[in-house]
Structures are given as structure tokens and as C-alpha cells.
């Protein structure tokens, strides 16, 4: 059973547009919610991360939105470059267990 | 070395053989993970090790199995695999308490071929 569904699966977008991803979660054990940004032959990398008792946390391009009770957080970047093409995944932590996303897989085009 | 070390970064291997996968974790965390990447599917947990006990075995196959000697360290040994395990296996390592588990960081990976 997938626990986090993510979408798009792919997303294109043009240099200083708005990137969004979404992520909807099932389980209400989940106390912890980071975004993982990988590139080819790399592994993932945290970009961001966020509790459940906050609605919004924002690190220079990059936010989070959490929805707790519509149990969706997103990732949104602002001014999107050309150098933030990667493959994007939302988690979520209960425990010591980290839950993925599928990932989606931003291109900015220049 | 900082951060979370694995070696080889690639390998091929028939069904046959016997290899190691060894990871390393510089970040002074209690915790070590692998994960298994396959195209288009999401990351799978496949074991966890919280202070070298192993605390989590996802239904993974008898043909992988890991070993964790010490805190920092972190083995996977294969054995007759198959072509369908041909993946990119990821380690990660984490801070856990009682309280709360900190963020999971992961090594670059060993990217798997089993021909």
C-alpha cells in the first residue's frame, strides 16, 4: 500500500516560473515531513523539511506548505533555474521509518 | 571523508557470484539504512539497524543480507541474485532518540547490474 502519493510524476517549467509538487499522506503517525532533491548519480539530498505543527516553512526559493487536515503538503519553488532540474521526492517519518513519494522529475527549461 | 561513504559505486555481477556492498557513515548517528532504487518506483526500506541491532527487515530475499559490525559501518552482502535486483542501492544513516528520529542522509550509491 502506498502511504505517500506524490504528483506530477514529471513537471516542466520555464526558467523563473513556479514549480509545484504535491504530496498527500495516509497515515496520521506521521510526525515528519522532508523533501529529498536527488540528481543522476547522486543520492538524495534534504532540501527541506517540516512538522505537522506548523503550516508553512519557506528556506530561500524553497517552501513547504502542510495541510494537516486535508493530510497534502507541497513544495513549491519560486523562481525556478535551470540548475534545480532533479528528481524530487516527498517522505514521510514515523519512527525510524522513512516513507517516499515516486517522485517527480523536474526539468527548467533556460 | 564526511557525510555517508559507499563503495563500490558500481558493480556488475553474474547470478552466480558473491559481492559486498560497504557503507560508512562519518556523522556520528546510531542508525543505518538500505534502501533499493529502481526506476519509477518509489525508494523501498529494505533493512534498518538502530545501534547495530537490526530493528527492521522489509520482506527482502535471503539472497541479501546485511551486517552492521559497528555504529559507522554497514555491510550488504549479496548472493546468487537475480537480473531483477539490478537497481541503485542507497545507504543512509540518521540520528534516533527516544523523542524524535533527526533527518536520514544518504551515501551516492552502488549502482547494481546482474547479468
Known amino acids: 500500500q502506498q502511504q505517500v502519493k506524490q504528483s506530477p510524476q514529471s513537471l516542466i517549467v520555464q526558467k523563473g516560473g513556479i514549480s509545484i509538487i504535491n504530496c498527500a499522506y495516509e497515515?496520521?503517525?506521521?510526525?515528519?515531513f522532508p523533501w529529498y532533491q536527488q540528481f543522476p548519480g547522486k543520492g538524495p539530498a534534504l532540501l527541506i523539511a517540516i512538522r505537522p505543527d506548523v503550516s508553512e516553512k519557506k528556506e530561500g526559493r524553497f517552501t513547504i506548505s502542510f495541510n494537516k487536515s486535508a493530510k497534502q503538503f507541497s513544495l513549491h519553488i519560486m523562481d525556478s533555474q535551470p540548475g534545480d532540474s532533479a528528481t524530487y521526492f516527498c517522505a514521510a517519518t514515523s519512527g525510524s521509518r522513512l516513507t517516499f513519494g515516486e517522485g517527480t522529475q523536474l526539468t527548467v527549461n533556460p | 571523508e564526511t557525510g555517508v561513504t559507499q563503495t563500490p559505486r558500481h558493480l556488475v555481477m553474474g547470478m552466480t557470484n558473491k559481492k559486498s556492498l560497504k557503507c560508512e557513515q562519518h556523522?556520528?548517528?546510531?542508525?543505518m539504512y538500505w534502501y533499493k532504487q529502481s526506476a519509477k518506483k518509489p525508494l523501498e526500506l529494505m533493512f534498518v539497524?538502530?545501534?547495530?541491532?537490526?530493528?527492521e527487515n522489509n520482506s527482502v530475499p535471503s539472497r541479501f543480507s546485511p551486517e552492521c559490525p559497528n555504529s559507522s559501518h554497514l555491510f550488504l552482502h549479496l548472493h546468487t541474485l537475480q537480473p531483477e535486483d539490478s537497481a541503485l542501492y542507497l545507504c543512509a544513516s540518521s540520528q534516533v532518540s527516544a523523542e524524535s528520529t533527526d533527518t536520514q542522509y544518504f551515501g551516492p550509491g552502488t549502482r547494481l547490474t546482474v547479468l
Open positions: 539497524y538502530n545501534f547495530k541491532e537490526q530493528t
Open positions: 556523522l556520528g548517528h546510531n542508525a
Open positions: 497515515n496520521t503517525a506521521f510526525d515528519y
